[in-house]
Every structure is written in C-alpha cells, then in structure tokens.
C-alpha cells in the first residue's frame, strides 16, 4: 500500500490524490454577483448539505494552487453575502464545465455558456433557469482553512428559497432521482451521471473556449442540437479554417452530400460526431454548409 504524508506531497498531486479517492462529489453550480451586479458563474464540487434546520448548504472555494489568489465568486459572496446554488443534471452538463474557463473578471459564464439568467426572489444573484433545482442563499459565514495555494474556504449558506422544476417530481412531490438525472466530479475528468455511470469531459484549463455567445446564430438556434451539443463546440478557441473544411470535405468526399442536405441534416450528423467527442469534424460538416 503506498502511504502519503501531506506535508511532503506537492499540493497538485495531493489535490487529485484526495480528489480521486473522494467521490461522486456533487457539484455546487455557483451563481454570485459582484458590487456592480455584474453576473458571475462558477461550479464547485467540493459541495454537500450540512443541515435541515436551519437548511444550510456549504462549498469551497479553493485558492489556485499557481498563485493562492482567490476566485470571483469566493469575492463576490464575502462581498455581497448572497448566492444561488444551481443543481446540474446531465442536461446541461457540457455548459456548466465550459463554464469553469477562466475568463477574465466581467465575462459574463451564464452568457459563454448558453445559459439564461432567471431573476431570484429573494437575493440579486440570478438563477441558472436551465437547473432543475435552484438555492436562493444567503452567506452566514466564510470559514478560511489557510492561506497557501490549494486552502479552503467554506461558504456557509442558508437557503432561503428553493426552486424545484415539476418534471423532477413524483406523484407524493418527492424528487424522482431518475428523473433528476443527476451529475457528479469524480478525479481529473471524469464525471458520475447518478443513474448510468462515469463518464469525461475534458476539462477547458490550457484553452479559453470561446463560449456559446460567439456561435453562428443559426447554430446556436438550432432545433437539433442540444445545450450540451452547444458546450462541446464552443470548447474550441476558434473555428477551422476554410482550407482545413475544404480538405475533410475532399478527403470524405461529401461535397455533393452537403450541398443537396438540410440545415438539419447537416445538424444531425455534427452531433453523431459530437457524440463521439470529434469536435473538429463536427465544426468542419457544420462551416462546409455555409
């Protein structure tokens, strides 16, 4: 059995280490708003639920292990003490991960990752509208655990009002795991949809996705391709060139097959590449029908 001392283990390796050995862990979609009410967006998988009365939920925050600063939404919450916690089920699980890019401070995630804002009741921060469970929460306390690259902060939030969508629900208003299709973080890539199994999405840290907003609108608007289709291509930091589109369509030889296709024929065989996790191919059929 290889045995481990923290103290002489660098925080990256350690981090996966605990990160590979402790899991499903849910994810903490994380909406907070700075002082200007600009929006942000982040998700979190160090998340639990840590009482019923009160109704508490807790999340951390890590400072990144590169430099120890701290992230938005860690600022936001100290600052304004408010939160909306948004559940991701398996629906919108390409668009929550395409939104833990880093993007620079006043980018709007709800916006890169397609999703739409839905105004809270109770807090200023918005609700994912696509999550079938919303925490509206206010922040009683942040619980630093250090000040190194890797630390901790706990945020303490109480619920103040929940959102559950009907369609999660059974005949006694009881939440249908099933029907909830609930998402997980497992270590490095890989994810636990709750009612099939791990499954990876490469996580969006060397490249900066240029985010569902940037899409052509007919892509975005289109009625085949689904939220998580729309995360998966906008991963990419740019879209082929035209000589490379020109090249895969020659090498294939589908020049006659696109020109004499629908646009939703063309949609449909970019998500079987998509499926296949073949984001460049799907690009390169979606731009030769331009």
């Not at 002082?35 to 990144?64: D, H, R, W």
């Not at 860690?74 to 629906?91: G, M, R």
């Not at 922040?139 to 959102?163: D, F, P, R, S, Y």
Request: one cysteine or more.
């Amino acid at each position: 059995m290889l045995s481990i001392n923290p103290k002489d283990t660098a925080t990256q390796k350690l981090y996966g280490l605990m990160a590979g050995s402790v899991g499903p862990r849910p994810i903490a979609f994380a909406s907070t708003v700075n002082e200007n009410g600009e929006a942000n967006l982040s998700p979190f998988s160090f998340f639990n639920m840590m009482s019923a009365n009160p109704p508490i939920l807790v999340f951390s925050p890590l400072l990144k292990i590169s430099d120890s600063s701290s992230k938005h939404t860690l600022q936001n919450a100290e600052t304004t003490k408010e939160v909306v916690i948004n559940i991701v089920n398996y629906d919108i699980v390409q668009q929550m991960s395409l939104s833990s890019t880093a993007y620079a401070e006043g980018v709007n995630e709800f916006e890169k990752a397609g999703l739409t804002m839905q105004e809270s009741e109770l807090v200023k921060p918005f609700r994912v509208k696509e999550s079938p469970i919303q925490f509206e929460c206010k922040v009683t306390q942040i619980v630093k655990l250090g000040e190194e690259g890797g630390a901790g902060n706990m945020v303490v939030c109480e619920v103040v009002k929940m959102h559950i969508a009907e369609d999660v629900l059974d005949e006694d208003q009881k939440i249908d795991q099933f029907k909830l299709d609930q998402v997980a973080r497992m270590g490095g890539n890989l994810y636990s949809r709750a009612n099939q199994g791990i499954f990876e999405i490469p996580k969006p840290i060397s490249s900066m996705g240029m985010g569902v907003d940037q899409l052509p609108e007919d892509i975005k608007t289109s009625s085949i391709l689904t939220g998580n289709d729309l995360g998966k291509l906008a991963t990419l930091e740019s879209v082929p060139s035209e000589s490379e589109v020109k090249e895969f369509i020659e090498e294939n030889k589908l020049k006659e097959y696109v020109s004499e296709s629908s646009s939703e024929k063309i949609h449909a065989i970019a998500q079987e590449y998509l499926k296949k996790e073949e984001v460049l191919n799907a690009w390169k059929i979606l731009l030769a029908k331009k």
